[in-house]
């Protein structure tokens, strides 16, 4: 089992070489105290981390939930409220046993029983685990400790309790028997910050909790070590990427998320100011409802496909090419399973073939319906631009814009769409892919997929995986999955008097403060 961990590890390790760099840490002594303000791009559609997949819910109450595991610079899972674990010879037993004297914000200490309820919920919710989990068992036969097993092994099992997205966090039992099937109300974790206060539209407030445990390891990534500088943080909803600017600018805000790429030049002028460009690439793309009506529909989602001029899209969100590249691969560049397959469907820019399939699918001018937002301002704009592009190819296309929040609960509902722009940040691995998940928004549900992507979780073997994962790709472009528009690095903006900031895909405020407080 070392083996097999030791090379799912180290093809992160590599990966996180070539896209991971790291802005280095103030050399300053870190000073305690002071308010923290963040511009973000809006509310949040909750701050129930098993609920989501939100980004914007997991910069916030990362600061505030951990998990047994967590993932450093480079990818690799390391323990976090988990001291030691061990693994049985068949690959299907894992026995945790917990840190001691790690307690909630509500001073309660942490047992086996809240690790079992939460991790039982986590699995039952989480769209991108939930093949991996669907038959585990957790069990707590002392109070230290907690014991998984899976119905079949998965050399992926230690990644996917310290991934970031939709995270197996860990919360009070009580908490969780409270709600039954609904969402946490009650924000209560174990992290260096703890949840103070909510006013809608105005900010979310976390407070340092004093009674923190933090490990003895060296910060690295979301693991290591963690200390809370600032009395308070305040994420701060501005939805306006020009006044989330002219606040940082100001000094009203410290940190600002969501710059547009056009305004690096700019900002990156000004002496007390620095812009972020995030170096691990993220993708944009427009989703398919594989319920709706339309989009259930193969040869209307091949037009589709066929009709979208990529680089149209991506110059006209992102602008300057830096920001931005065209990539088949579903895994971006220098990563062992990064193939081209299925080039031959991306950036055709074909609209007679696109007019040609809808005439084959019968299509008759349906509206389709596309939800979009402003908020993020290159999904308003990709959506913007592919509207007229479609439309020369045949398609009637209604964008509905609305806030993200709004976005994110209405795509739970297969009935009120059949497209839906999103992001994608990095994943280690394939198997991680949310589109690919038939329980995830879009609902993407092929047997032959389904069955390569039971054998590519099995397997541990590179080359096997390589043939496999070629395999699966381009059958997804084949059937037209979802469309993948391009690659984009995004861009954050702060100013020089914080320090200790890490550039990591998911803002982390722990190990950072103010110069001069």
Known sequence: MKLLLGRVTALAAAVALLLFPLVPASAQQPRRGGALRI??????????QHWTTAVITGDIMHNVNEGLFALTSKYEPRPLLAEKWTISPDRLTYTFTLRRGVRFHNGKEMTSEDVKASLERWARLVARFRAMFV??????PDPQTVV????????????????????????????IDEVGAGQVRRYIGTGPYRFAEHAPDRHIRLDRFDGYAARPEAPDGQAGRKHAYFDSIYFIPVPDAAVRIAGVKRGEYHFAAAIPPDEYERLRADPDLTPVLVEVPS?????????????????????????????????????????????????????????????????????????????????????????????????GTAAQVSKPILERAGFTVDLHVVDWATLVSRRARPELWDVFITSFIFVPDPTLILVMQSTWPGWYDNRDMNAMMTLLRRHSDPKVRLELWQ?????????????????????????????GYVNVPTQVWWNTWLEGR
């Open 471 to 499: 395999r699966m790709q381009k059958l997804w472009y084949e059937d037209a999955g979802t469309i993948k528009f391009g690659e984009f690095f995004g861009l954050q903006l702060l100013r020089k008097d914080l320090k």
């Open 39 to 48: 511009a973000h791009i809006g509310e949040p559609p909750t701050l129930d």
């Open 283 to 379: 993708w944009l793309g427009a989703i398919f409802n594989h319920r709706s009506p339309l989009m259930s529909n193969r040869k209307i989602r091949q037009a589709f496909q066929a009709a979208i001029d990529h680089e149209a899209v991506m110059q006209a969100a992102y602008g300057n090419r830096r920001f931005w590249r065209i990539n088949p691969g579903l895994m971006p560049n220098g990563h062992p399973l990064w193939t081209d397959a299925g080039k031959e469907y991306v950036n055709q820019k074909n609209p007679t073939k696109a007019r040609q399939l809808l005439a084959e699918a019968g299509y008759k001018g349906e509206p389709v319906r596309w939800l979009t937002t402003n908020e993020y301002a290159d999904f």
């Open 148 to 175: 998984l097993k899976l119905a079949e092994p998965n050399a992926l099992t230690l990644v996917a309790l310290a991934f970031p997205g939709q995270s197996a966090v860990i919360f009070p039992k009580e908490i």
């Open 135 to 140: 038959s585990a068992t957790f069990t707590a």
